[in-house]
């Protein structure tokens, strides 16, 4: 099949394994053509795609920006700090409004779970999940096991920890689901008050020691504290988690075997993870970013050509 299997990217739940490796397969395409002189193709010409953040963003703001630009697609940018959302437009009445202006995607970002799969029964336009709350990243887990794939081959039958805030954290989440279909093990360590307790049912290890998850592993993906999601107290302070679960140079060293660092950004240095580990030639932070318009690019793409 060179066709996904889905109308809308809105999670890694609804992706099968083989959409997933379709999507590697072009985005290795798209790579090749980035580190070109002539970085741009006409594959999405005469589209236009409406980059909707109702929250903040660094990277996968940009990334989009730049994979649709590579892709030669027109762009309407949408920030909800500076529109009528704050004169209390719905965001039906919001989206509704842009496409009406003949808009064929939909790239969004929502503080709200489930905000896409809300739009996509409201909306004809192709949507694609950005981030939602707490729930899905689906191209950040995409170019994340791209970079593990790029860097050790497969991610069939390699192990990967996912370290800190897994409670709050969408990343993990569809991390989690694109791991395990294409044949990873997954672990997950943090603090108990961060670990959703019914966490095992999805078929992930926890471990609540870092040293023990960290000798596990040949991946750990370090994850932010996200404050901005935490309505009460999880732990004492964040000097205290960094004494727990902050990964050092020290402890790297000390490890029986080398193993790759990933993380999805933004980083807090010093607190999940410090600077020397963080810029260290095991971790591949920066290939992940790298990775990032390859996969948007595949993405974009082959959303654009189911019918
Ligand atoms: N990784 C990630 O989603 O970063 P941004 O919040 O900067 O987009």
Not at 230 to 253: A, K, V
Request: charged fraction near 25%; glycine fraction near 6%.
């Amino acid at each position: 099949m060179n066709q996904l299997s889905v109308k809308h990217l809105l999670g890694i739940k609804d992706l099968t394994e083989n959409d997933i490796r379709l999507i590697f397969e072009s985005a290795d395409n798209f790579k090749r053509i980035i580190n070109r002189p002539l970085k741009k193709v006409p594959s999405l010409r005469d589209f236009t795609v409406a980059n909707l953040f109702f929250e903040n963003s660094t990277r996968t703001r940009i990334s989009f920006e730049l994979a649709e630009k590579r892709l030669s697609a027109d762009i309407i940018n949408f920030s909800s700090s500076s529109s009528s959302v704050t004169k209390g437009e719905t965001l039906i009445d919001t989206v509704k409004n842009i496409l009406s202006m003949k808009v064929d995607m939909v790239v969004m970002r929502h503080p709200s779970p489930g905000a896409c799969q809300f739009l996509s029964r409201h909306i004809d336009a192709k949507i694609l999940n950005a981030g939602d709350g707490t729930h899905e990243h689906p191209t950040q887990a995409l170019l994340d096991a791209f970079s593990i794939r790029e860097k050790l081959g497969d991610v069939g039958g390699k192990k990967v920890v996912i370290v800190g805030d897994i409670l709050h954290s969408r990343v993990a989440l569809s991390n989690i689901f694109c791991l395990q279909k294409l044949g990873a093990e997954v672990m997950v360590c943090g603090p108990t008050t961060l670990i959703p307790r019914h966490i095992k049912e999805l078929g992930v290890k926890v471990e609540h020691n870092l040293r023990k998850a960290l000798e596990w592993c040949d991946v750990a993906n370090m994850l932010r504290i996200q404050l901005e999601r935490q309505d009460i107290r999880y732990f004492p302070s964040l000097r205290e988690y960094t004494q727990q679960y902050g990964l050092n140079m020290e402890m790297l060293n000390s490890l029986s075997k080398e193993i790759i660092i990933m993380h999805p950004g933004p980083i807090n240095r010093g607190v999940e993870i410090t600077s020397e580990v963080a810029d260290s030639s095991n971790s591949i932070i920066l290939d992940q970013v790298e990775n990032g318009v390859a996969i948007r690019m595949a993405c974009l793409f082959l959303l654009a050509g189911v019918k």
